[in-house]
């Protein structure tokens, strides 16, 4: 069945360091991609997303970049900051009658 | 005002306590979604419902139910609570367009049964 992997945190990261955390999935046909974040206390909430092979999300200085051929979607960040603590889920989504599908989830605490 | 809500954000109860957890959306979105957040597992989909008429399964439905009131609200119910359902519990909404949709989640009620 169709799933996503994604690497297991915690992540610590220093500010202003490199941030990327990898999203591989496994889905027939052609899947629209996500990346959700949860910052401590509240709900998840959409971070950037592309719904096609090649196609770069970016949002709050963010990027992922569909990658068909490597069946990835890994998030990047250039120089991170302490507010961008918080847990990151990959999810990828089908079509109207199907459920999206999270990963598990990466923690990222950023030190100042 | 949020978009989404749950009541309660917190609860405690004992084992055997019957619980209902509500969530409303003034979003207008058909989709509505319960899943349930654990350390290490990440979110798990207990019950989905398409539009008022229709209510499903998820993964891990045994001793939830759910009651689709209305187009904008959602509620799930611990019929007789147990320790091993301590979780964090999110609704979600969606519209229902298809596959690049987005999901809007409430704040969470973080339930623990003692």
């Known amino acids: 069945g169709d799933s996503v992997t994604q690497m297991e945190g915690p992540v610590t990261l220093s500010e202003e360091a490199f941030l990327t955390i990898n999203c591989t999935y496994t889905a027939t046909g052609y899947p629209s991609l996500f990346w959700y974040v949860q910052y401590p206390g509240e709900g998840l909430q959409l971070l950037l997303k592309a719904t096609k092979a090649d196609d770069k999300g970016s949002n709050k200085g963010f990027e992922a970049t569909y990658r068909k051929e490597t069946t990835s979607f890994h998030l990047e960040k250039g120089s991170v900051q302490v507010s961008d603590s918080a847990v990151y889920f990959c999810a990828l989504s089908k079509g109207r009658d199907d459920k999206i599908i999270f990963g598990k989830g990466t923690r990222l605490h950023i030190l100042p | 005002d949020a978009d989404v809500t749950q009541t309660p954000r917190n609860r405690i109860t004992k084992t055997g306590k019957r619980i209902m957890l509500e969530c409303s959306q003034t979003?207008?979105?058909?989709?509505m979604y319960w899943y349930r957040q654990d350390p290490g597992l990440g979110l798990r989909l207990i019950y989905y419902s398409f539009d008022v008429k229709d209510i499903n399964k998820g993964e891990i439905s045994d001793g939830y139910s759910v009651s689709r009131q209305a187009q904008a609200k959602f509620s799930l119910s611990l019929e007789s609570a147990i320790p091993n359902q301590t979780a964090l519990y999110f609704c979600?909404?969606?519209?229902?367009?298809?596959?690049?949709?987005?999901?809007?989640f409430g704040p969470g009620t973080r339930l623990t049964v003692l």
């Open positions: 979600a909404t969606e519209k229902g367009q298809g596959h690049t949709d987005t999901q809007y």
């Open positions: 979003k207008g979105h058909d989709r």
